[in-house]
């Protein structure tokens, strides 16, 4: 098992990068100084950069090998949400402070420590990953966070049709619970998201029938809805979850009722539905409430499953070996990038640091976890080239 001893200088550049890139004030989809500062470290080593941007996103591949097949694509993102109130914050969060052996700033944990640790993971195999004949790629993105249009789908399929393709893939997104190594995503669920509108008829309150109020009317909806049973679940995946992101109504004054009610409503849906099924199923629960009605579908996130295989095998082992944690298999959670790779690959996992604090006020991450998340990295791509080469 790893532990984390007197700071050598592999242990320094990995903070000083995980530093230098939260320092960035990237807010999705602005990369800010992210890429430039990249680049100039990974060419500095020997490897090949090329940038695949549409409209206000960046995109970065980074490359071992002059080639245009790779073994394995190593994915993340340097955009972050933005940090809220910065009065509430402890430090600057676009400021990288350490404090007790704690690194704090916005993306410390989503994902500036993963991009930072898959970096110093291919720096360190370099030599190994060239003697060997191992092409691994690197792909980092500026909108992940926000509408994901432009970014990982866009550079995807951009790549494919230049004639670019990637084996299997690992995606460093934050999947560990208690401690870092603890889990690996191999799917995400679906995420359905509507607006929904229901028309009544403005009315004086004394005077009003529950019939035109359509507050009344919405109220129902969201009940019949929440104890909807949608499905069962799969393998792998729980049964499909739907939640009230918000709802509201538009008060004139305190005496009349509105004329319109709507709320916004989200799904995140596993394989045994699908957004077409869940769609009749709402439009059949709001017709119930015999008003009128319209529904604003947002392009929904399809699940997916890649399953096991090699690379679960592999980061089981690299995790054991470093953490002494046998990662359990998971695909809870949100949507992320892995959905638009998933589709160009044998086989893709997700793995990363801990979820405690993404998006939080006061994100930070553990020195002693961004050393391990990088241990493991490391070891993984070790055992992935010396697996590719004895088996090829």
Known sequence: MSNLMTTTSTQKKLIELTSRLIDERSITPDAAGCFDYITAQCESKGLYCKRVDRNATQNLLITTHQAKRFSLLLSGHVDVVPPGDITKWRFDPFQATIADDILYGRGAVDMKSSVAALLMAVFDNLDHLKTQQTPVAILLTSDEEGDAIDGTQYAMAELTAMGYSFDYALVGEPTSVDQVGDTVKIGRRGSLTGRITLTGQQSHVAYASEHINPLFALSQFIH????????????????????????????????????????VVNFRYCPASSDGTLRMQISALLKRTKMDYRVEWVRPNHPFLSGTGLLTSLMNDSAVRISGIAPVLSTSGGTSDARYISEYVKEIIEFGPRNHCAHQIDEHILLHDLQRLFEIYREFVQRFALKINTSS
């Open 224 to 263: 019949e809805a929440r104890h909807t049973t949608w499905d069962l679940g799969c393998d792998h995946f729980s049964k499909t979850q739907f939640c009230v992101v918000s709802a509201q109504s538009h008060c004139v004054a305190t005496n009349v009722t509105p004329h319109e009610a709507t709320c």
